[in-house]
């Protein structure tokens, strides 16, 4: 799938993957989200990352979660290389000490306008994509990993950039891992940005699966693109 969809578009896969509560929250009212879902999840995850060619997150996930974005736990393929870390972060915010920029994998920021972090160590570059909105331009982003050979993108949050996604007609497939717990509250949902106005809009998944690990369960499906 990935390599079909560099060659025919010159952009990568990209696969969208949350976790969230029965109730649909990604986190508890404090910000907390470590841990929704059980171990073999994110022991799933990790595998995810380890067939993927970059793995992308907002700047809100950098700064909240702090993750360093490698696959470490499950079952690894023999001679995988760790993915590229990509950061949209459209005002320069990423901390030079977060673990994103650790010496465990390459790591690309994505700006909005062109700056030179030489704080950063050697493999974080920082490259700027300019849209109209006064944020990283997501088409030009993918356009430019597709021009290095990224073939596949996993998007691991936050919800205004997965919301951008879908708004944008961007994804082409969805983990979604469902956990039998109840969080409550005002806090987000998995998916922001303007989202559907009326139902006959909304993104219908198709060819769904469910698996389960241990309580939790996983829905994969793909996104429907018009001819």
């Not at 497939?173 to 139902?199: L, N, Q, S």
Request: net charge negative.
């Amino acid at each position: 799938e990935p390599h079909l969809k560099l060659m025919r578009t010159g952009r990568p896969f990209v696969t969208v993957k949350f976790a969230i509560s029965l109730d649909g929250k990604i986190a508890a009212v404090s910000g907390e989200s470590k841990w929704i879902t059980g171990v073999k999840s994110r022991q799933y995850t990790h595998r995810l990352r380890a067939y993927s060619d970059a793995v992308m997150v907002g700047i809100n996930t950098v700064l909240v979660d702090d993750p360093e974005l490698t696959a470490r736990d499950g079952s690894l393929p023999e001679g995988f290389r760790q993915p590229l870390r990509v950061v949209v972060d459209s005002h320069g915010r990423t901390p030079v000490g977060s673990a994103i920029c650790n010496d465990e994998a390459s790591t690309l920021i994505a700006t909005f306008q062109d700056e030179t972090r030489s704080t950063f160590s050697d493999i974080v570059s920082v490259r700027s994509f300019s849209g109209d909105s006064g944020r990283v331009d997501l088409n030009m982003l993918l356009k430019y990993l597709g021009d290095i050979s990224i073939s596949s993108v996993l998007v691991e949050g936050g919800s205004e950039l997965i919301g951008s996604l879908f708004d944008q007609d961007l994804v082409d497939k969805v983990f979604a891992f469902v956990a039998p717990i109840i969080i409550g509250g005002p806090t987000k949902g998995a998916v922001g940005g303007e989202g559907a106005y009326h139902m006959s809009d909304v993104e219908r998944l198709v060819d769904v699966e469910l698996e389960k690990f241990d309580q939790d369960i996983l829905l994969t499906g793909y996104c429907r693109k018009e001819s």
